[in-house]
């Protein structure tokens, strides 16, 4: 959800800061298992304020069962758990940063040609193990298809071996708005570099832990996983 107010106010969902671009713009989401009723609060440069009640609807989610995955990925073993906080550590920190521009607010395209194989917020039984819920939109498609980025930001983190993504890219679109994309055969763009909407950045493949070549495809706000697929016009689902 996104809105404008004047560029002076303060806001904050629940007790989540929202930052507040220099044009009025604001944007925030809702994550899997968000509560049922969340509250925007508003403080204007005069000192007063209101706050919204906000409800959340109910949704269902579908089990998907993934077999014939390596099984070190996944049980990782322990030998991999000093590289796999690196890791995470470079993930946490690529999403981190809330860079002030708007470059989501044209809205988003399909990253890759090819069709949904994996859906947001589905259980995941993995080689017949119950595991966390899918945060991503998986598109499948023959490997070497190209991957574009869904919209403009700045490339935050580029890898080609993370143990469990494989090859991975973190573009920020600003306002803690970012698009994380796995299992990328080859990676085109380096850390730090400037991308515009639907610009290629890199491959599918099947690297990390992938049954088979596809590209998954992640939108946050700051830490809270939001469904690509809400964020597609119409004719793209």
Same mark, same amino acid.
């Given at each position: 959800?996104?809105?404008?107010?004047?560029?002076? =106010?303060? /806001?904050?969902?629940?007790?989540?800061?929202? !930052?507040?671009?220099?044009?009025?713009?604001?944007? #925030?989401? #809702?994550?899997?298992?968000?509560?049922? $009723?969340?509250?925007?609060? #508003?403080?204007?440069?005069?000192?007063?304020?209101?706050?919204?009640?906000?409800? *959340?609807?109910?949704?269902?989610?579908?089990?998907? +069962?993934?077999?014939? @995955?390596?099984?070190? $990925?996944?049980?990782?073993?322990?030998?991999?758990?000093? +590289?796999?906080?690196?890791?995470?550590? +470079?993930?946490?920190?690529?999403?981190?940063?809330?860079?002030?521009? $708007? @470059?989501?607010?044209?809205?988003?395209?399909?990253? !890759?040609?090819? +069709?949904?194989?994996?859906?947001?917020?589905?259980?995941?039984?993995?080689?017949?193990?119950?595991?966390?819920?899918?945060?991503?939109?998986? /598109?499948?498609?023959? $490997?070497? =298809?190209?991957?574009?980025?869904? %919209?403009?930001?700045?490339?935050? &983190?580029?890898?080609?071996?993370? &143990? &469990?993504?494989?090859?991975?890219? /973190?573009?920020?679109?600003? &306002?803690?708005?970012?698009?994380?994309?796995?299992? @990328?055969?080859?990676?085109?763009?380096?850390?730090?570099?400037?991308?515009?909407?639907?610009?290629? /950045?890199?491959? *599918?493949? %099947?690297?990390?832990?992938?049954?088979?070549?596809?590209?998954?495809?992640?939108?946050?706000?700051?830490?809270?996983?939001?469904?690509?697929?809400?964020?597609?016009?119409?004719?793209?689902?």
């Amino acid at each position: 959800m996104w809105g404008t107010v004047s560029a002076d =106010t303060k /806001i904050w969902l629940d007790d989540q800061p929202v !930052a507040v671009h220099q044009s009025g713009v604001f944007v #925030f989401g #809702f994550g899997r298992d968000a509560a049922a $009723t969340m509250t925007l609060r #508003f403080e204007y440069a005069d000192g007063s304020g209101e706050e919204v009640s906000l409800q *959340i609807a109910d949704r269902e989610f579908d089990i998907e +069962r993934v077999n014939g @995955l390596p099984p070190k $990925t996944v049980t990782p073993p322990p030998e991999w758990r000093d +590289r796999r906080k690196v890791e995470t550590g +470079r993930v946490r920190s690529a999403r981190s940063v809330q860079m002030p521009e $708007t @470059l989501w607010i044209d809205g988003f395209l399909k990253p !890759a040609e090819g +069709r949904f194989s994996g859906f947001y917020g589905s259980q995941r039984i993995l080689n017949g193990e119950p595991r966390s819920p899918h945060y991503g939109l998986d /598109i499948a498609a023959v $490997t070497g =298809t190209p991957v574009y980025a869904p %919209a403009g930001g700045v490339v935050r &983190l580029s890898a080609p071996d993370f &143990l &469990l993504e494989g090859g991975i890219i /973190i573009v920020d679109h600003g &306002l803690g708005v970012t698009s994380t994309l796995f299992h @990328l055969d080859t990676v085109t763009v380096e850390e730090g570099q400037r991308v515009q909407k639907g610009e290629p /950045i890199g491959t *599918i493949g %099947a690297t990390g832990r992938a049954s088979g070549p596809h590209v998954d495809w992640r939108v946050n706000w700051k830490s809270v996983r939001l469904d690509p697929l809400l964020l597609l016009e119409e004719g793209e689902h």
